[in-house]
């Protein structure tokens, strides 16, 4: 992969407002290269849909073809940033596709925690253990719940870099939405 992350910007925040492609492009990147049948298989979707949605993707930068697989019939796609972005200017300047975008981001989010709880009986001990869902309501002023922000990514971003060679990749989810009274 080219790089870690992508910030999105009002352009290429359109290529993702659809929740097939956030769908597509989270698999690329949790389980490696694939193709659009593969892909389209593991998705419940016809190849065409697939195929359309990753020639979108690579339009707007966020898929490349694999150099190193594939042949003339079978095109092999990967995921050119481990990460995505989004800073709340661009949300705002881009209004309805940022709408689009986290609302496919959350819907993944869920797919993904459902998985997990279906998954939970086989799991071993240890990640049973330390599975966590909860939910937390402090009250924070805005400027404390940006350090909040700020600090817990500077520790994910801690653990990820002295991890060990037998940790196996986890999926941290986390929001801090403000609640009406």
């Not at 694999?66 to 481990?82: C, K, L, S, V």
């Amino acid at each position: 992969m080219a790089d870690d992350a992508v910030a999105l910007d009002p352009r290429t925040l359109r290529g993702l407002a659809h929740p097939l492609r956030v769908r597509m492009l989270n698999l690329l990147r949790e389980r490696g290269p694939s193709t659009a049948s593969k892909l389209a298989e593991r998705l419940g979707q016809s190849s065409g849909a697939t195929s359309y949605h990753l020639r979108q993707l690579a339009a707007y930068g966020f898929v490349e073809e694999d150099p190193d697989r594939g042949t003339a019939r079978e095109r092999w796609w990967r995921a050119a940033h481990q990460r995505t972005t989004l800073d709340p200017a661009t949300g705002r300047a881009a209004e309805g596709s940022a709408e689009g975008y986290l609302r496919a981001v959350a819907a993944a989010d869920f797919q993904r925690v459902e998985a997990t709880i279906a998954d939970l009986p086989t799991m071993s001990e240890g990640w049973q253990d330390a599975f966590y869902l909860a939910t937390e309501q402090p009250r924070l002023s805005v400027s404390q719940a940006a350090e909040l922000s700020r600090r817990f990514k500077a520790l994910l971003d801690e653990y990820a870099a002295q991890a060990p060679e037998d940790a196996a990749r986890v999926s941290v989810q986390w929001q801090i939405l403000p609640m009406s009274e």
